[in-house]
C-alpha cells in the first residue's frame, strides 16, 4: 500500500498511479475493487507506513462501516 501514497516525507496525499514490479497501476482502481468486493470484514496487512495514509484511505474507499469500525478498533488499541 506504501506505493499508494505520497513519500513519508511529502505532506499525506494520493499518488493518482504507482509502480509496482514494473506494472503501472492506478490507485482508484484498484481500491474500486476492494469496494466491489464489499468485504463484511477488512484487515489490512502490511499497511501504510503512516497511520494518517491508512485513515486516508478507509475516508475515501471502503463504506462507512469499515471506517467505524477501525475507529472503534484504533480506539481500544491506544495505550491506557
Same mark, same amino acid.
Given at each position: 500500500?506504501? $506505493?499508494?501514497? =505520497?513519500?513519508d516525507? @511529502?505532506?499525506i496525499?494520493?499518488r493518482p =498511479?504507482? =509502480?509496482? @514490479?514494473?506494472?503501472t $497501476?492506478? =490507485?482508484?482502481r484498484?481500491?474500486a475493487?476492494?469496494?466491489?468486493? @464489499?468485504p463484511?470484514i477488512l484487515?489490512?496487512?502490511?499497511g501504510?507506513s503512516?497511520e494518517g495514509?491508512?485513515?486516508?484511505?478507509?475516508? @475515501? $474507499?471502503?463504506s462507512?462501516g469499515?471506517?467505524a469500525?477501525s475507529t472503534?478498533?484504533?480506539s481500544?488499541?491506544?495505550?491506557?
Amino acid at each position: 500500500m506504501n $506505493y499508494w501514497f =505520497t513519500n513519508d516525507s @511529502d505532506a499525506i496525499g494520493w499518488r493518482p =498511479t504507482f =509502480t509496482q @514490479d514494473g506494472q503501472t $497501476y492506478q =490507485t482508484q482502481r484498484a481500491a474500486a475493487m476492494i469496494r466491489a468486493i @464489499d468485504p463484511d470484514i477488512l484487515g489490512v496487512e502490511e499497511g501504510p507506513s503512516r497511520e494518517g495514509e491508512l485513515g486516508l484511505f478507509i475516508r @475515501d $474507499y471502503p463504506s462507512g462501516g469499515a471506517a467505524a469500525c477501525s475507529t472503534a478498533l484504533r480506539s481500544r488499541a491506544a495505550p491506557r
